[in-house]
């Protein structure tokens, strides 16, 4: 796919495409480039007619380039940010990081008293490889028996194996359901490559996806992505390495087997109705809603409401990977389904990456880097499934 992109798919610089360009703007850019040629010809003189026709022309260019620039950010911004609604609540929180958030961070030079790339690259990595160890040690021990005999149990040949169907259509629609402009992988696939490269590959992940299900194998490459350190709050202090989590890239061929995996064993990969969190069309508005709903329902009526937070240190980062298990196994979930994510979030290798260095492999061996972190629908369910 890279190979043939690389020949039928122009590629331009981030950015490049502007939709207020106009002809006017061109004819001032290219008015700007040729007062420059002259210029250059002409000796690159510092005073003279030549400079001064220079200057002028890309005054009027950079001063006919910032108004439509800044018209068209402000006509992409003002409507959600001052009418926000539940109805462009994705528009509205896209408007209010455009705003508040910039996407041009530069990499801290000091973490943790650290200097140069290769320090703080360490840095990252010794904080990200212990952020899955339990607070506890040794508590998820007493669900490992448990788990390894059910596994031993349901692994007997000569039992009969249930294996779903996984046809072309189900593959093609969650090929579909891709989303555009998310960030390349370690192998450099993005979702365009399969989205626009033809049927011909629905066929190929079927045949392959029915093979990992009948013979519970799970590839190498589906183990392994890439961590990137991302600073939380870009007005906080990015020299301390609380202030940054780790975003795991992963391969998107994995991401469509999980699809395939949430479809195809739904009657037993599902949450409360009550959790909001993580969820299509939920939000936290759906909390608050049924939170104060509630509460008004037992006040207008002269009972008292006491109320309990909880707020999990680091709680997405320590789920229990067999406690995890043994909750999938009470629930019944498929024998296929298990081993793949007892496979999937065993001793996994991520390099770090910063910079566009990378480091050694980093050892992970709970449910936050092994389960794909970077909006893997998977992770999220097995999550909301422990609490």
Known sequence: MLSVSSLCVPEVRVGVKKHWWTPELEDLKHECMEQTNIWR?????????????????????????????????EDFNED??????????????????????????KPTSRLNNSIGDV???????????????????GIDDKHRNFVSEHLLLNSTPGQPAQIP?????????????????????????????????????????????????????????????????????KHGDNTSIDMYRGITLTPVISKLFEAILLVIYENSLYSDPLQFGFKKNTSCSHALFGFTEAVKYYTKRGSKVFCAFLDASKAFDKVLLNGLLAKLIN?????????????TTGLLGFPVQLCGIHS???????????VKVEFSHLCYLLYMLMI
């Open 331 to 343: 629930r019944n979930v498929a024998y296929r389904c298990l081993l793949f994510v007892f496979y």
């Open 41 to 73: 010809l002409n000796g690159c003189p510092r005073s003279g007619i030549f400079n001064e026709n220079k200057i002028k022309a890309k005054l009027r260019y950079k001063c006919a380039i910032k108004e439509p620039a800044i018209a068209a950010d």
């Open 360 to 370: 050694l492999a980093v050892i992970f061996t709970f449910i936050l880097e092994c």
């Open 165 to 233: 169907v996984i046809d072309v259509n189900l593959v093609q629609d969650r090929i579909q359901q891709l989303k555009f402009r998310k960030a390349a992988r370690h192998d450099n696939v993005l979702n365009e490559h399969h989205i626009y490269v033809g049927p011909n590959l629905a066929v190929h992940l079927c045949l392959l996806f029915s093979a990992m299900l009948r013979h519970s194998y799970v590839p190498g490459s589906f183990c392994y992505g890439i961590v990137k350190p991302i600073l939380k709050n």
């Open 80 to 105: 959600p940010v001052k009418h926000p609604c539940i109805e462009n609540f994705n528009g509205f929180w896209k408007a209010w990081s455009k705003r508040l958030f910039s996407k041009d961070l």
């Open 119 to 137: 320090n703080i690259l360490a840095e990252f990595s010794n904080h990200l490889s212990h952020l899955g160890e339990c607070n506890t040690p």
